[in-house]
């Protein structure tokens, strides 16, 4: 320990150093600087853009044109901050995500509602009035910082008695300091050591003014906290939707290749049954009771499976409550199943139906997969949320793919657990045990 | 056309596919095949030459419209061959697309019509001797979508009534048992009809089907 420690201070220090010593060369501090200077004209483009149409458009506030002026000036700041973020990106490599980008409502009146609410727009507007001057500060701060260090490192090779014009150093040091001993060899070495040491401080000085630019740029041209919560909720909506749509095509499959056909073949023996029957001079009494014995057998068919089809779309026994409807489930499975409730109040109705739906995939996924001898199931309050964890001590390896190949299947649920902000978690190594874990709000 | 009528039935749902077979062989059909998809529809058909195929439009592998596909396929291939074409639900674009060139030989019911044996019976025969048979819903469907519906204002119920059996494809005998009328009555209410909305008379069954289908079609 007593060696570790100071060789590895020791390599952080030589780090460090030949970090400082490099960062003048590497193409990242050419490239800040040049992001610096770009952003001089950028920044007077938006500042000038943003003060005639802004003040314009409030000028004429008063008037309808007004309020268009004001959007054209918000989508034109839009565009605007798009530049900028897509200058960032290709000199800094700031990786931005992208906000959403502006969809209008049809019709003017649509698009200027939209684009007067473009939060976007109008994070935009701040990012390029505030660019405005921190260019301008930057700028200034970042050359003169170089400059300096150019000059103090080109003055023993000039023919000059003090370095009079240079720049931050001249409004620091004032006479004093550069001018002792004004003119002597010592003097000029002075200036050229200080030039040496400001040409390994001028990067920080770059790197400390984008910097904040990144700061800000962040805070405002990024899509913001709100806009990625609105983006995930249109995500997980749009996952619902798709995900009853193939539930609604699911059953009416169902029932199109189960009741419905079992039903219609039923009343075509009935039909062929009846025309044999009215034959008044010879009805075949032999085939009309097959007829009739495969129709009822047929009709029982379609009982059962109607049955089961209306299970699926809503489980009777969740009327009467989760605990209920997972006893049931419990009960009924090949696997021999434990079950564990912990539940102070009921939860809503659908994370019921959610919560009832998973167990049931769940433990057929067991029964069926995972080559168990034991499964037990855990459904606990946690304050407001519900916990739900199936375990089985079978094979292993589950994958959410796998488990489901449809959108009714486990892949399909896990979507409806996000959708409500729920987790859906699997752990399936090789040999098991399996566990998955189910969390849910306990209102939605 | 000698002997018993020879049927290919292609249907995917094994019950109403089985349930077919036996319905038509009782009632003395020779069944060339009974498949479950279209490749083994178009397959059997080049081999057996079949005088009438019944055709699930839903089959695998989509479920959608293969059995239609596949009918559009077959008439191409086998002017001779009559389609009947069995579904579930009624869809106007369906017949539109099947009836545009020529309704001859082509019929398209709901399966819920085999329950009635013998008008089933009826209607496959009629396709397999180059007749047509619509569902009665295909003409409702038709009548409620048509543009010209005001035109079938201009008939008299008892018109409306020998429109809607003459759409389904039955000959005037049979609309004249149907409706318990003399087949006089029927001819004098055809030719009603055809005047009412100006179509030349045309003599087979399944030409003036066309006209009166095209006629509320357009």
């Known amino acids: ?444 | 056309m000698g002997g018993p009528l020879r049927v290919v039935i292609a249907e995917d749902s094994a019950i109403l596919r089985d349930g077919l077979v036996q319905l038509l062989l009782d009632r003395g059909f020779v069944i060339t095949d009974a498949v479950s998809n279209p490749d083994a529809l178009r397959a059997s058909v080049d081999r057996e030459c079949p005088d009438v195929a019944v055709v699930d439009i839903r089959m695998p592998p989509t479920f959608t419209d293969e059995g239609l596909r596949a009918a559009i396929d077959l008439r191409r291939l086998h002017r001779r061959l009559g389609i009947l074409l069995f579904s579930q639900y009624i869809e106007t674009r369906y017949a539109a697309e099947l009836l545009a060139d020529d309704a001859a030989g082509i019929g398209y019911l709901l399966k819920d019509r085999v329950a009635d044996v013998s008008d089933f019976v009826e209607a496959l025969e009629r396709v397999a001797s180059g007749g047509t048979a619509l569902d009665p819903e295909v003409v409702t469907q038709l009548f409620g979508a048509s543009r010209r519906g005001d035109s079938i204002s201009v008939l008299s119920a008892r018109e409306r009534d020998v429109l809607s059996l003459m759409a389904e494809g039955r000959s005037n005998a049979a609309i004249a048992s149907g409706l318990v009328i003399s087949e006089g009555a029927v001819e004098k209410h055809v030719a009603n009809i055809f005047s009412k909305f100006d179509l030349p008379v045309t003599q087979s069954d399944h030409r003036r089907v066309l006209a009166v289908l095209r006629f509320l079609d357009s």
Request: contains cysteine; charged residues 20%.
């Open chain 1, 1 to 444: 320990m007593l060696i570790v420690v100071p060789k590895d201070l020791e390599v952080r220090v030589r780090d460090i150093a030949r970090t400082i010593l490099r960062a003048p060369f590497t193409k990242r501090t050419w490239s800040e600087l040049l992001y610096i200077v770009v952003g001089v004209p950028m920044a007077a483009v938006g500042l000038a853009f943003v003060g005639v149409t802004m003040s314009a458009g409030l000028g004429l506030a008063i008037t309808f044109i007004g309020l268009a002026v004001i959007g054209l000036s918000l989508r034109g700041s839009r565009g605007l901050g798009g530049w900028h973020r897509g200058i960032a990106r290709s000199l800094l490599g700031e990786q931005i995500l992208d906000p959403d980008p502006f969809a209008p409502r049809p019709g003017f009146l649509g698009w200027l509602q939209s684009v007067l609410r473009d939060r976007t727009a109008w994070r935009a507007v701040a990012y390029l009035l505030i660019k405005g001057p921190l260019a301008f500060i930057g700028i200034v701060t970042a050359l003169s910082v170089w400059y300096d260090a150019f000059a103090c490192l080109t003055f023993p090779f000039q023919n000059a008695s003090r370095p009079a014009e240079f720049g931050l150093v001249r409004l620091f040091s004032g006479p004093g300091f550069l001018s002792l001993g004004s003119g002597g060899f010592f003097h000029s070495l002075a200036i050229f050591v200080t030039g040496g040491l400001l040409l390994f401080v001028a990067p920080w000085v770059g790197r400390a003014v984008v910097n904040v630019d990144r700061i800000v740029m962040r805070a405002l041209l990024a899509p913001d906290a709100m806009d990625l919560r609105v983006r995930s909720l249109e995500r997980a909506r749009a996952q619902t939707l798709d995900a009853s749509a193939a539930t609604l095509r699911q059953i009416e499959r169902d029932l199109h290749d189960g009741t419905q056909a079992q039903l219609v073949a039923l009343a075509m023996r009935l039909g062929m049954a009846k025309e044999k029957l009215s034959a008044v001079d010879d009805p075949d009494l032999a085939t009309v009771r097959d007829l009739v014995d495969e129709a009822h057998r047929g009709a029982k068919e379609a009982i059962v499976e109607l049955r089961d089809i209306a299970r699926g779309i809503h489980p009777p026994a969740l009327d009467i409550g989760l605990e209920g409807a997972l006893a049931t489930l419990a009960a009924r499975n090949t696997v021999p199943t434990e079950l564990t409730l912990s539940l102070h109040d009921r939860p809503t109705p659908a994370i019921e139906a959610i919560a009832y739906f998973c167990v049931a995939e769940l433990l057929a996924n067991v029964a069926q997969h995972a080559n168990a001898s034991r499964a037990s199931i855990s459904c606990a309050q946690h304050g407001r949320w519900l916990r739900l964890v199936v375990r089985d001590d079978g094979t292993g390896g589950a994958q959410p793919s796998r488990l489901g190949s449809s959108s009714s299947g486990l892949a399909g649920l896990s979507d409806r657990v996000r959708a409500v902000d729920g987790r859906f978690d699997i752990v399936s190594p090789l040999h098991g045990p399996t566990v998955v874990t189910v969390d849910l709000p306990m209102q939605t």
